[in-house]
């Protein structure tokens, strides 16, 4: 069957069309940081200077996350991403002259660096959001990993071609080729009909508080979120320093750089083909636990290994970089609701990139003082021991595997008159009648709804019974605005979120009953 085939995304038209553009993309960007990074190298002796390139050109997903991720979940995707590759190309062709003409030094370096990550980081969240609209659900996992191949393999592609574009030709021409990158791929969103945009968008702030209330209430996303930082952090010293050490006892030149950072893409581009083989015989939780000491082995060894037995440990690297973000990745996107799905995997990019920004500027400050090869070392061990924490700090059960299907509710409300989107707060109260050998399951069960109802819109909530009669129960919860309270029941809630409310609902002795109110006038 096609789902069944890591490339059946690769069958449907607008998915290869946007795929082969992110290669394109994404092998302008690796040449752009190797030009980057070695024009720092042959101009500065600084480790942490160096490390500014990764920093500079991540910081800006750091910043401006949660406005992108609203922007993709309130406006057209497509029109998003556009007009982001746009804005880059641009900063790129900027760029691309100031070195042309001889007047780059390093400020104007990261400065442009940090325009073009703005780009970038504008257009990320929509561009991880608008899979479920290429293929279909159960391609998902397929497509994710065929996203991060398209990077990695641009990883194994873009830093050597980059490393000897450069050597022979200098930086100004890597950067132009990085703003053509940048074209390509507007031009094939510009070609591409998505979906249009919704029709009711939410304000900006509603919409950035009702995306982080469904962060704090989503233990399967918080727990993603914890393993993507604790991988990245350490993660982030071997492309931070790696660099350096190309420069120090490795004695290789740009194209040597490029080189090994070729080995760390072709490594990912293999995962990519050897992870379907084994992702049914091994849990996602072993298979983060053994990546990370694998990946903790490559950053030790890339301050101490000679630059062949490196290469070799860099391609190991690359195989559980890719199992590590397609289990990540994918499971973000599966686990998010639509509704929410873009301003959700802006936190994770924004965890993805901040880790790796932040890590950047520690690890090459610890190097400037230390040298470079005890902080990988430092930062490799970190890393291993991550790994180990994976049987105390796991991927919840059935993590990516809930229905995240939404069906209009029929509220059965009978008002004398419908009150208007603005009016609120709105109290709502359900009364419950059981059986005394049914509370404990209904309390538990409770539990599982009050994290469904803050998800969703509801400011507070609580579970209260009688002291009289031990048999009622009242759930009481306030939503904002009546608006947002349609929005709650009509568009957020999921089809897992009702079978845990229908199951507590279904120990009820009577159907239970529903109530509204609203604040009484003066």
């Known amino acids: 069957m096609a789902s069944e085939s890591p490339w059946a995304p690769l069958r449907r038209r607008a998915f290869l069309i946007l795929w082969l553009a992110n290669i394109g993309s994404s092998i302008g960007t690796w040449m752009q940081t190797v030009g980057a990074q070695w024009y720092l190298v042959e101009n500065s002796s600084n480790p942490a200077l160096v490390s500014l390139v990764q920093t500079a050109n991540l910081a800006p997903s750091l910043l401006l996350g949660l406005i992108a991720g609203f922007l993709a979940d ?139 209330r469904y962060i704090r209430a989503a233990p399967r996303i918080r727990r993603i979120l914890l393993r993507t930082a604790l991988f990245m952090t350490p993660a982030s010293a071997l492309y931070a320093l790696l660099p350096v050490a190309v420069n120090g006892h490795l004695g290789l030149g740009s194209t040597g750089y490029g080189l090994l950072l070729g080995a760390l893409g072709a490594g990912a581009v293999l995962g990519v083909i050897l992870l379907p083989r084994v992702k049914d015989r091994v849990h996602d939780n072993l298979m983060l636990g ?11 060894g890339a301050g101490f290994l000679p630059a062949w037995l490196l290469a070799i440990l860099l391609v190991l690297a690359g195989i559980s970089w890719i199992a590590t973000f397609s289990i990540l990745n994918s499971a973000m996107q599966l686990t998010l609701p639509e509704w929410v799905r873009a301003r959700g995997l802006s936190v994770y990019l924004m965890v993805t990139t901040g880790s790796q920004a932040i890590g950047a500027v520690v690890w090459g400050s610890f190097a400037t003082a230390f040298g470079y090869a005890p902080v990988l070392a430092a930062a490799g061990a970190l890393l291993v021991a991550a790994g180990l924490s994976v049987p105390v700090l796991p991927l919840l059960p059935r993590t990516g595997r809930l229905d995240r299907s939404v069906a209009e509710a029929d509220l059965g409300i009978e ?4 009150p208007a989107p603005n009016d609120g707060p709105v109290t709502i109260l359900t009364a419950y ?30 579970l209260v019974h009688s002291v009289t009669d031990a048999r009622q129960f009242r759930e009481i919860y306030d939503v904002a605005t009546w608006r947002e309270y349609l929005r709650q029941e009509q568009e957020r809630i999921t089809g897992e979120d009702r079978r845990v409310m229908d199951e507590a609902a279904a120990l009820a002795e009577v159907q239970p009953r529903t109530r509204w109110f609203l604040p009484a006038s003066a």
């Not at 053994?290 to 030790?300: D, P």
């Not at 008002?415 to 419908?418: G, K, S, V, W």
């Open 74 to 212: 309130a406006f057209n995707r497509r029109r998003l991403i556009l007009g982001a590759n746009l804005f880059a190309a641009g900063a790129a062709s900027l760029l691309t002259l100031v070195a042309a003409l001889g007047l780059l030094d390093p400020d104007s370096l990261l400065l442009y660096t940090f325009l073009i990550g703005c780009g970038v980081a504008l257009s990320q969240p929509a561009w991880q959001a608008i899979n479920p609209d290429l293929v279909p659900w159960e391609e998902i996992r397929a497509a994710s990993a065929l996203s991060s191949m398209a990077v990695n393999g641009a990883r194994a592609v873009g830093p050597a071609l980059g490393g000897v574009l450069v050597s022979l030709l200098g930086p100004a021409f890597v950067f132009g080729l990085n703003a053509v990158s940048f074209l390509g791929t507007a031009v094939a969103v510009y070609v591409w009909r998505a979906p249009p945009e919704p029709e009711d968008p939410e304000r900006m702030g509603e919409a950035l508080a009702a995306g982080m």
């Open 415 to 418: 008002a004398t008159q419908e």
């Open 290 to 300: 053994m990546s990370a000491a694998v990946f903790g082995a490559a950053i030790i």
């Open 433 to 462: 009648e059981l059986a005394p050998d049914k509370a404990a399951e209904f309390v538990r069960l409770m539990h599982e709804v009050r994290l469904s109802r803050m998800r969703t819109g509801a400011r507070d909530w609580e």
